[in-house]
């Protein structure tokens, strides 16, 4: 007789997909991660890391997904990573990538070039993505062809070095990603501060846009969590204009001068940003759900401005997310 016994993550594991096991206030993160139930993992916790080169299974019984390559009879890994089932597809999620689009994906990116009819955008992919003249709105929101006047007022749009979040519509032939921003709630992004994670921390959501209302800040902290691995933490608006209603600014959308913030303000968004840092730092994926809660347990225990001491942090990732970190 043998026992079969689980072994829960150690202190110091960084996997992205591992975390989630512990992160017991939200089981419909852990759910919606949930894979086949056999030798390959019944969810995060149990799947096994593979290294490059190391046999997986026999390629007679499964076939050979990404992440992998067939030698002799043996599916093979080709990247460090957890390995992932679907029927008899076998493939393996490497643990540090780039990111990888799909057409739908909300995406921050900043411009790197504007050329003719286009701009060239670093999303934070394998190639830059081109976001095309045609595929933006105008200045008024106006809805009419782009005309050879436009074509010499690109910069007064978006120069370089702006950010911008805009959705992913189609691919080129070479692969690169072709944007538009054709909705209100995409275009420059202003009053703010950019962040950066491992894009495989951000979970597909229904909405990408958050926002946490006072008391976190006067107006409350936005949040886009862009598929990408950027993250853009903002001062805070009301849903009707940051949805184009009433009290839309619609002429000042290609703007390049920040709004006032209050230095209230501007304490909440940094507060904002340091836990989300935190979190990331422990491999931790990101949902909108989370965040706000992490922020509600930092109003409530009124901790001091500015990066959380190491205590607090041991504190705030075992009271919210459930994870043991003390050494």
Not at 15 to 34: L, S, V
Not at 78 to 86: A, D, M, P
Not at 194 to 213: A, C, G
Request: proline fraction near 6%; hydrophobic fraction near 35%; aromatic fraction near 6%.
């Amino acid at each position: 007789m043998f026992v079969i016994k689980t072994v829960p993550p150690s202190s110091t594991q960084t996997f992205a997909d591992d975390m989630p096991a512990t992160h017991r206030k939200h089981q419909i993160e852990i759910d919606a991660m949930q894979v086949d139930e056999d030798e390959y993992g019944a969810g995060p916790s149990k799947r096994t890391i593979v290294t490059p080169g190391e046999i997986i299974t026999s390629s007679k019984e499964y076939m050979r997904g990404h992440g992998t390559y067939v030698e002799e009879v043996n599916v093979v890994s080709s990247v460090t990573g957890t390995i992932e089932r679907v029927n008899k597809l076998i493939s393996v999620k490497p643990v540090r990538s780039k990111y990888t689009p799909e057409v739908g994906d909300l995406v921050i990116g900043r411009i790197v070039e504007v050329g003719p009819q286009r701009w060239r955008v670093d999303a934070n992919g394998r190639q830059d993505a081109v976001l095309m003249l045609s595929s933006v709105n105008l200045p008024g929101g106006v809805q009419r062809r782009k005309i050879e006047s436009d074509a010499l007022k690109m910069r007064e749009f978006l120069a370089e070095g702006d950010l911008l979040v805009a959705e992913v519509q189609a691919f080129f032939g070479d692969g690169a990603m072709s944007l538009h921003t054709r909705s209100l709630k995409y275009g420059k992004l202003r009053n703010g501060q950019l962040l950066t994670v491992p894009p495989q921390l951000i979970r597909r959501l229904k909405s990408h846009f958050h926002h946490i209302p006072p008391p976190c800040g006067p107006s409350g902290v936005d949040i886009i969590l862009g598929l990408n691995g950027f993250i853009w933490v903002s001062s805070g608006t009301s849903q009707e204009k940051r949805e184009g209603g009433e009290g839309f600014d619609s002429e000042g959308v290609y703007s390049d001068k920040n709004d006032d913030i209050t230095p209230e303000g501007r304490q909440a968004i940094s507060s904002v940003a340091n836990l989300i840092k935190v979190l990331a730092d422990q491999g931790i994926p990101l949902t909108d759900t989370l965040i706000e809660e992490a922020s509600n347990w930092m109003n409530q225990n009124q901790l001091p401005i500015g990066p959380l001491v190491k205590n607090d942090e041991q504190r705030l990732l075992a009271e919210v997310v459930g994870v043991d970190v003390t050494e």
